[in-house]
């Protein structure tokens, strides 16, 4: 009889309702493969590894992280509601003490969904561990969390969300933006004034396989986790750098995968990309459950496998090594390249296109963050799409000072109606949020 070493709980929601399509990359089928590897493994009958239904996430919960336009109802279906859901399950059985860690297979996935929703972008509409992890802070409100965005696309959904708040470490490994949608995730994207360097971005070459990504873990990932010490690590576990994936250009393998897994330790992962439905997203699942729960995860391998084939170009291996060298010491320096940056300022902007490229918007968006000697600061956004709608959207963050409480509520209430579609006050301090 096979027992876990880690109590592990398992989330498992197919979404068999919601798809773009019938052939596209994000459909059921995702994960009906999984559901019947895990099965015919029999992980169910694994002593200390539990299976946890969704709930429904509310719409408060999506409020406390975006603001969708005009509203959460219009911009979501039943199947993102339990995605954000199943995410929040598995949350709330870690932090409850029932597991040790847990694993949330759902989908639709989140992590290009930012702060604004006009639409879907990179099949996401709502940010998933976005949502669960603001869902978990009503309690935690100290809550120290590290996000590892391992999707083979640039995370730029949460690192929007995080951008300006110091207690959730947002580090991305890549693709490199110039080679892959959604052309973001750069070395100088660091972060807000209020958290500026713990906005980590790695953008990674074509072809970097296992060894790649395992030098990034423990030479740059890992001494930083040592360094930041979270409460929680959550894993971004997006799937689609695995050498068969049809939309990416990566030599991960299951393997790989599940030993990035096990040195990472995280407390929680939620399932992001990976559309090699049959040849990889069943065996990597696999990997990954084992490694959570200290099982032997060593005889996991692809049927068509091949070491010789996958093995790491050296100058490759070369351009990593270099890399992983600027990004940490990158890290070192946040303290003195946030005060180069700061100096003189009583704000700062940031000017961006976002194009939504499963429905066809583009929006163009202008933020603006307060800097503030006692708090991270309230921030605005000033966005204009071209489906007709122009909003003003106010965040009190989180660790708000009394000062920044009351300027948010004076922006809100001084806004005129008459030159914007919507504006939209998003209070975390009280746990409100308004609209008119």
């Not at 408060?60 to 509203?71: M, T």
């Not at 990035?260 to 559309?275: K, S, T």
């Not at 490694?291 to 091949?306: F, R, T």
């Not at 946030?338 to 940031?350: E, L, T």
Request: hydrophobic share 35%; proline share 5%; aromatic share 10%.
């Amino acid at each position: 009889m096979i027992k876990a070493k880690n109590k592990l709980g398992l989330v498992f929601f197919p979404a068999f309702d919601w798809a773009i399509s019938s052939t596209h990359p994000e459909r059921e089928e995702r994960l009906l493969y999984t559901q019947d590897q895990i099965f015919e493994e029999g992980i169910e009958d694994i002593e200390g590894i539990y299976f946890y239904n969704p709930i429904i996430a509310a719409e408060k919960d999506i409020q406390r992280v975006h603001f969708c336009v005009p509203d959460v109802k219009s911009r979501l279906t039943q199947s993102h509601y339990i995605s954000a859901g199943g995410a929040i399950k598995a949350f709330e059985a870690v932090i409850n003490g029932d597991v040790d860690k847990a694993f949330a297979l759902v989908r639709p996935p989140g992590h290009h969904a930012q702060r604004v929703v006009y639409g879907d972008r990179g099949f996401c509409i709502i940010n998933i561990e976005g949502v669960m992890l603001e869902r978990i802070r009503q309690k935690n409100k100290d809550l120290r969390v590290a996000i590892i965005d391992t999707d083979c696309h640039h995370g730029d959904g949460t690192q929007d969300i995080y951008w300006n708040d110091k207690n959730t470490l947002f580090i991305s490994l890549h693709q490199d933006g110039r080679t892959l949608y959604p052309g973001t995730g750069f070395l100088d994207e660091s972060g807000g004034p209020g958290a500026y360097g713990y906005n980590i971005n790695i953008p990674l070459p074509p072809g970097t396989g296992d060894e790649g990504f395992l030098y990034v873990l423990d030479n740059v990932v890992l001494p930083i986790l040592d360094e930041y010490k979270p409460d929680i690590i959550v894993n971004s576990a997006g799937q689609d750098n695995h050498y068969t994936d049809p939309l990416t250009n990566m030599n991960f393998s299951a393997q790989g995968y599940a030993k990035l897994n096990d040195r990472l330790n995280p407390d929680i992962a939620v399932l992001e990309g990976g559309y090699s439905i049959e040849g990889a997203l069943p065996y990597i699942n696999l990997g990954i459950i084992l490694a959570m729960a200290g099982i032997d995860y060593s005889h996991v391998k692809e049927p068509d496998y091949d070491k010789d084939k996958l093995k790491q170009p050296p100058d490759i291996t070369e351009y990593i090594k270099k890399l992983s060298d600027t990004v940490y010491k990158r890290w070192q320096k946040r303290e003195t390249l946030r005060a180069d940056i700061i100096k003189g300022y009583d704000n700062i902007q940031r000017t961006r296109q976002i194009y939504y490229d499963t429905d066809g918007i583009l929006e163009n968006q202008t933020q603006n963050f307060k800097i503030c000697r006692k708090c991270s600061g309230v921030n605005t956004i000033d966005s204009q799409s071209d489906t007709g709608y122009h909003i003003f959207a106010i965040t009190i963050p989180l660790d708000a000072c009394s000062d920044c409480v009351d300027h948010g509520y004076r922006l809100y209430k001084n806004t005129s109606k008459s030159d914007y579609s919507n504006i939209y006050l998003q209070d975390r301090v009280n746990d409100m949020f308004f609209s008119k």
